[in-house]
């Protein structure tokens, strides 16, 4: 299909319709930086109840600061000074007040994909990379942005890869506290170590796809896969216990991941016979 625009000389030519439609933005990702906002947001204060479970000053300054953060996110209040709080105060909260981050690496029994690198770690990782493009408009992802998240995401898979070889997943029966499912549980009581390798190396390649930027799609589809196994076998992030802290981890590492590649989950094509886009 033909049409006609106006060039800035001021005569009339005639281009595709394709390449009109993209500059006007219409070929982009299904799912956009803002969509990915909104649900960072909601992530924010439903996660209020487990980041800042208490009655102490402390507990309600954060739940005040993380209700404020999750609103304006929704509703697109100053979305750069607000994700760079959101970024700020996650940090924060996995340094020093929590100590659900950093207090546990130490621990000899941590996972990266079984929430017990800190939920705020995450929230820091995905604040960073929905950081609203220059130009665009607020759908628009920022290409740093995604980078960042790559990397990000292979840095963590890379931890990962070392942290299987801690003393506790190399044991026979090691890997059987990271499910709540009985029958896993009993899989995983007999096939512990073999599986903490299986991860082990699975994780390091797709470490190795992210960081060198290569083969996203099978990094991200294989990376879904694994957050879905650990994320139902701990009951949905054990999604029923007022007690639990690691409830949205799973659904954070998802945001992060469609943030790594927003391209890689489909995109809007241009129809040959109306001229509009559709899915592709």
């Not at 070889?165 to 096939?191: C, D, E, K, N």
């Not at 990376?223 to 994320?231: A, I, K, N, P, Y």
């Not at 949205?248 to 790594?260: D, E, I, M, P």
Request: charged share 10%.
């Amino acid at each position: 299909m033909i049409r006609e625009e106006v060039s800035a000389a001021g005569y009339n030519k005639y281009v595709p319709a394709s390449s009109v439609l993209l500059r006007k933005g219409c070929a982009s990702p299904v799912i956009s930086r803002r969509m990915i906002q909104t649900f960072v947001g909601l992530f924010w204060l439903f996660n209020i109840p487990f980041l800042g479970a208490g009655t102490s000053f402390v507990h309600v300054s954060s739940g005040i600061v993380e209700t404020m953060i999750g609103l304006a996110l929704i509703f697109n209040f100053k979305p750069k000074w607000t994700l760079l709080l959101s970024t700020c105060w996650s940090l924060l909260l996995w340094l020093l007040l929590l100590q659900k981050g950093t207090g546990q690496i130490l621990s000899g029994q941590v996972l990266p994909l079984y929430g017990q690198a800190g939920t705020a770690l995450l929230f820091c990782i995905i604040s960073v990379a929905i950081w609203p493009a220059k130009k665009g408009g607020p759908s628009i992802w920022n290409e740093r942005g995604v980078r960042l998240a790559q990397i990000s995401l292979g840095v963590l898979f890379a931890a990962g890869f070392v942290l299987h070889f801690q003393v506790t997943y190399l044991m026979q029966q090691g890997l059987s506290q990271f499910s709540r499912i009985p029958w896993l549980q009993w899989f995983a009581s007999y096939q512990g170590s073999g599986l903490s390798m299986i991860f082990a190396v699975s994780e390091m390649t797709i470490a190795v796809m992210f960081i060198g930027g290569f083969s996203l799609r099978w990094a991200l589809w294989v990376s879904v896969v694994l957050d879905g196994v650990f994320w139902i076998a701990q009951l949905y992030g054990e999604i029923v216990d007022p007690l639990a802290v690691s409830t949205t981890s799973g659904l954070l590492l998802l945001a992060v991941l469609v943030s790594a590649g927003p391209k890689q989950w489909g995109r809007h094509n241009i129809s040959a016979n109306t001229g509009r886009p559709v899915l592709r």
